[in-house]
């Protein structure tokens, strides 16, 4: 059976429908997984042999069975540490087909298929009894359930169904406990990545100030965590403002609650400053004393020199709804509300007790401003980069006369607005959705621009001469940045839509960018190679089925990896 499969044209933008193999999303899954990443992290999967072999004898102890519930067996590899450390017998639950496949293969080379059945199902409907998927309850749950955020892929939930349905009262838990950390900044940089700030454009009569609408500055953003590699940020880039405290933990052995809820920690700042991003990490504890710990804490943090680098747990960047001027030594509350699988944070001034938490929201922000709907973070940083600004500044100095008629191709830029500040005599921006145009509109009201540049929703194939109002386009410009654009080199849509609008220019259009050049270079990483990279053999198991089905699925997929930046010549 086939099925038909969107995808956005990179070329021409459209949408087009593909004729794909059933498995084609399990295809995808896999080729984008970063399983060799946890296969080749070392310290995640010592800690975890070390954590299951201590419970397992702690059950044994107790003379009693040691029956493991592994929920996420992946490549069956906890199972099997379970297995070799004497449980009795492991249910390794997996509900994506291909993996359970794999784990079932992998179990049986390793010499487990008497002590590990595997279940192909969600562990919410796995069934115990005589005839179930389980004989009998567990004593040992055992799970990998874990993103950066900790709680994003539905550890909440899964935990809970567990501990009423699956495992005994008082089991043992791998992992026994998380804890999530926080720390209060004012970075600058980070900030850049949430909220555009004014832009600063020097015209011929003088400064002139792109101004941000106000929806956009009061707009808490989108409530998806910003999860980076804290160990690459230099210390530059922040000013610490507070110290590292526990936001809250979870115990796992007990009953977990998955429903909405919150917590609160007083902070005193130990600096003064704008309170503008929490900085977030977790450890977990893999037996109850603590001694089996495994941490994401980041350098500053954690003094060693013997980094665990991983890209599959970070370090998470939180922003705060509006920057907070503090003072060193004030009484402050951080609150964190959660739901089933995200976090998001609100700083508090000191105030009676029933008055701070009848302010608590417990419902998750929602983008009002629609400008975190149209760019990614990453843009938002590329609309902050003055540098960058100031050269499109430049070179449409050198273009533009006081009667050149301006076509702008991009998805919600702010050359439109650099083009009229610096001397256009009309100015057109085409748009190729309802968001962007949205965005653009507010823009143009915050800046009194609305009789000034005219928004167009078409596509470049779509443009007509009424859309210009009749006029010849003099010069076309582009930064160019598309909404539909995965990876860098898909910007050269600009080609595309440069010779779709060829019949509205002029003879002697000036278009920018004039020419672009897709640049290589091959390069040695320290650690990234590790989430392709072939495992072998982990802990001592053979995994090198899974290493074998991940080739093969590379082999006929395109890699997603980034690999090739665009540079526009201006």
């Known amino acids: 059976m086939k099925t038909f499969c969107g995808r956005a044209n990179p070329t021409t933008g459209a949408m087009e429908w593909l004729e794909e193999d059933e498995n084609y999303d399990y295809h995808?899954?896999?080729?984008?997984?970063?399983?060799?990443?946890?296969?080749?992290?070392?310290?995640?999967?010592?800690?975890?042999?070390?954590?299951?072999?201590?419970?397992?004898?702690?059950?044994?102890?107790?003379?009693?069975?040691a029956i493991v519930l592994d929920i996420g067996t992946g490549t069956g590899l906890l199972s099997m540490m379970a297995a070799s450390s004497g449980a009795d017998f492991c249910y390794a639950v997996e509900v994506f087909k291909p993996m359970a496949n794999a784990a079932v293969k992998i179990v049986e080379k390793n010499g487990f298929h008497d002590k590990i059945k595997v279940i192909n199902k969600h562990s919410t409907e796995v069934t115990v009894g005589p005839d179930g998927d389980m004989q009998c309850r567990a004593n040992i749950l055992v799970t990998e359930l874990f993103d950066t955020e900790l709680i994003g892929e539905g550890a909440l939930p899964t935990y809970e169904h567990a501990h009423k349905y699956l495992v005994q009262e008082g089991c043992e838990a791998v992992p026994h406990r998380a804890t999530v950390y926080v720390q209060l900044v004012e970075s600058k940089r980070m900030w850049a990545w949430n909220k555009l700030f004014p832009v600063h454009v020097e015209a011929e009569d003088g400064e002139k100030i792109i101004v941000p609408p106000s929806e956009m500055e009061n707009c808490p953003g989108v409530p998806s965590v910003c999860d980076i590699q804290l160990n690459q940020m230099p210390s530059s880039d922040f000013t610490v403002l507070s110290d590292v405290v526990t936001m809250f933990s979870v115990d796992f052995n007990k009953p977990v609650r998955s429903a909405s809820t919150y917590y609160r920690v007083q902070l005193e700042p130990i600096k003064s400053g704008k309170a503008q991003i929490v900085l977030s990490w977790w450890d977990i504890d893999m037996d109850p004393s603590g001694m089996i710990n495994c941490t994401m804490a980041p350098y500053w943090v954690k003094h060693t020199s013997a980094f665990q680098w991983r890209d599959h747990w970070m370090q998470c960047v939180y922003f705060l709804p509006n920057e907070e001027p503090v003072l060193q030594g004030e009484k402050l509350y951080l609150i964190a509300s959660r739901d089933e699988y995200s976090l998001w944070y609100k700083l508090q001034k000191a105030r009676g007790e029933e008055e701070s938490k009848a302010d608590v929201l417990l419902e998750s922000p929602v983008c009002r401003c629609q400008a975190h709907l149209l760019w990614n973070r990453p843009r938002f940083g590329q609309l902050n980069d003055k540098n960058r600004t100031l050269q499109y500044v430049k070179s449409l100095m050198k273009v533009l006369k006081t009667d050149s008629v301006c076509l702008c191709i991009s998805d919600g830029s702010l050359l439109p607005v650099l083009a009229q500040y610096l001397g256009a005599k009309q100015v057109f921006t085409l748009e190729s959705s309802a968001v962007s145009c949205s965005v653009m509109e507010k823009f143009l009201k915050a800046n009194h621009l609305e009789d000034k540049i005219k928004i167009i929703e078409a596509r470049p194939e779509l443009l007509t001469s009424s859309h210009l109002e009749d006029k010849k386009i003099s010069v076309l410009v582009g930064e160019p940045f598309f909404a539909t654009s995965l990876l860098p080199w898909h910007n050269l849509y600009f080609w595309y839509a440069r010779t779709a609008v060829t019949d509205h220019l002029t003879s002697d259009v000036t278009i920018l960018p004039q020419s672009a050049s897709l640049h290589m270079m091959i390069v040695e990483f320290q650690d990234l190679w590790r989430i392709r990279s072939p495992c072998g053999t982990c802990e001592g198991f053979d995994v090198q089925t899974m290493d074998d089905m991940i080739n093969g699925i590379q082999g006929s997929r395109t890699s997603p990896f980034v690999g090739i930046s665009l540079q526009v010549t201006l």
């Open 28 to 65: 995808q899954e896999i080729a984008r997984s970063r399983y060799a990443d946890m296969l080749h992290d070392k310290d995640r999967n010592e800690k975890y042999y070390q954590g299951i072999r201590a419970a397992v004898s702690r059950v044994k102890e107790r003379g009693e069975k």
